[in-house]
């Protein structure tokens, strides 16, 4: 009954258009995925080509569906402090800062990039959920002195090796000395960025955040030309490259049942910080952690795609369920099929022979429990 | 630059299948979109043939993305209560309603069906946002003795003039007798189901709530076959017979900034209910609305596809922008581009012309507003 060709992304109206996205399909965007209930594209007709400028050259990237949730007012900080367990003390203005928003059992129902953008203004740089929502329940129920929206700001992604002499041909010398995880606020030829020295590749990069919703084919036009002497070509996020490099996908790899302990994520933590966050009390009482987020290797031809869903993961005595693989992916430079999956313990160990369903086929994979990263990030330059 | 082909969905584990996912492609699905973190299909080829069937004989829908939101224990009820401005206190086990779910500023941040399920066990059948995440928030400020959770709960709608005849020949006659609004647990060849005489259609139909999500493939066939003698065929939610019925879609035609009013959803509300619900003071403050959601009808040539994004809506004299038209359709059997616009004060009078910018191409078109439902819905029976 089916005509074998790839399903197609059904546009409508509950699933916004970027600012970006008249220019992504005008640069050939073959694929598109929903997040934060904004289009995305996943990928422009030729993933190996993407993979390949991300790791030689220069891409850009479609992001403006990572929505932006804007804390403003005297308590900005204090509320934001309240809504995750890392240590915000030394986030002054200018800088950012990895983060995992935790609700009162201690799991993860978002992990942002958060943005000190000014002493009381913050973003949160959100993953896929809604992350808005979850502060106006916190806010209006704890008494905190802010205001909550989402602003007109929509985030691109320019990331490889190449990033900075992009950027710097754009925006001038400087941003090649703006340090990881730190911002800047500037107006470019009259419209207004945020320009942060982050990204979700493993690879050195920017964000740059068009503050005016108007100006985004115009932006995009702009990086295409300032990257074409350096190789840059449109991409979406790459699958490939963030497990290589252990970057974690919300709604993939996390959801609201793992707390920061199962994602190997403790330094994200600091449950001895001296200040108040939802979660705080789980959190401490957590002893056994009972499974654990880790890489493994899977033999077998390579993916053709991305992991389309989870698998069960099975011991290798005995078949017992003791997991699944959550994410995966073929890694060229690898050689090799490598995933993330969470595990039971004691199968958590690196080294542990288990055993995939249907990762490749319906015929199960071996696979090999590892250590993340798979390949070393080059981001922090 | 592009290939002209229309974008593929970009499946990932970030993004859900419903159990209902591997016979949906095998039934032709050709289109997905994502919801509430789901795949969902929204076409399976056809779109015509989809509304023929319909409207004249059954289809099924994978809707399992309608993920429910459990809350269970001792304040089931009364948490229940305190999420929504509608009087529940008639709403007895075997009841449903159709509620809206207020901020603290009375927006509207989702609008379910809930389920009385049982005396301590409620559903909310959730649209498009992060409901759960929603009500952990609040149900952890509030102190209420209530469990939360995502049941393993996967729901179909059967739907149209024939669907009583499809679920009598499989549940028993029964069936023909739930009356509109009401809900039947039971298990049926030792899989518990819910059914509920509800739906999305602006038709008669039922939600059949598949509670055991190894038994969708199972479950998806047995209802096809039983329907091939009354025509049935798959389908996906119709944009066509919604908007006909004047049936509203989250994060197209509501967002968290519209309050029932706004919606023309006041039925929805009781403010003198003697009960305290989250946005109960601001919606009392609420006097004058500014704007209001109401049908329109367009000329122009048939548009080819549902709108893919919000329009500008200008005034008639002068052209200054006084709405958005929200959604979009062309109704076969009116003949007829028809849509939803959130108008601003007085341009929302039934009979007022307007125009819209690029509804159909990149020139405009002229609009006239009217009441809705534009087709009566013959779902009560």
């Not at 995750?84 to 995992?100: A, E, Q």
């Not at 978002?110 to 929502?133: H, Q």
């Not at 700001?153 to 400087?174: T, Y």
């Not at 595990?343 to 490749?360: N, R």
Request: charged fraction near 25%.
């Amino acid at each position: 009954m089916t005509d074998n060709k790839p399903p197609r992304f059904a546009f409508g109206s509950r699933i916004r258009p970027s600012p970006f996205f008249e220019a992504t399909l005008r640069w050939g965007a073959s694929a598109f995925t929903a997040y934060n209930h904004t289009c995305m594209p996943a990928q422009y007709g030729d993933g190996t080509a993407e993979y390949a400028a991300l790791t030689n050259a220069a891409t850009l990237w479609d992001v403006a569906a990572e929505r932006q949730v804007e804390i403003s007012g005297n308590d900005a900080l204090a509320f934001a402090q309240y809504l995750t367990p890392r240590d915000l003390s030394s986030c002054i203005p200018g800088k950012c800062r990895y983060v995992l928003i935790t609700n009162a059992d201690g799991g993860v129902i978002n992990d942002p990039v958060l943005l000190r953008i000014d002493d009381n203004v913050i973003w949160l740089s959100a993953a896929d959920s809604d992350l808005l929502l979850w502060c106006r329940a916190i806010a209006a129920a704890g008494g905190f002195d802010v205001s909550l929206r989402e602003p007109d700001v929509s985030p691109l992604q320019l990331q490889g090796p190449k990033a900075a002499d992009v950027a710097a041909s754009m925006f001038g010398e400087w941003v090649r000395e703006l340090r990881y995880f730190h911002l800047r606020k500037f107006d470019y030829e009259g419209v207004p960025l945020v320009v942060s020295r982050t990204g979700w590749s493993g690879e050195y990069g920017y964000e740059i955040y068009l503050c005016d919703g108007e100006r985004g084919d115009w932006l995009w036009e702009r990086i295409m030309a300032a990257g074409e002497p350096f190789g840059i070509r449109p991409a979406a996020p790459s699958a490939i490259r963030r497990i290589e490099g252990g970057l974690l996908s919300y709604g993939a790899d996390i959801n609201q049942q793992d707390t920061p302990m199962h994602l190997g994520l403790e330094r994200l933590m600091n449950l001895d910080g001296g200040f108040d966050f939802i979660g705080k009390d789980a959190l401490m009482k957590q002893k056994s952690i009972g499974r654990k987020l880790m890489g493994v290797v899977m033999d077998g031809d390579p993916l053709a795609m991305p992991l389309a869903r989870w698998r069960n993961v099975l011991s290798a005595e005995g078949g017992a369920r003791v997991g699944k693989v959550r994410s995966a992916v073929y890694s060229p430079r690898l050689k090799q099929n490598i995933g993330i999956a969470m595990l039971d313990k004691p199968h958590d160990e690196a080294g542990t022979q288990l055993f995939a369903e249907g990762v490749i086929d319906d015929s199960g994979r071996c696979l090999k429990v590892c250590q993340m990263p798979f390949v070393k990030n080059t981001a922090a330059g």
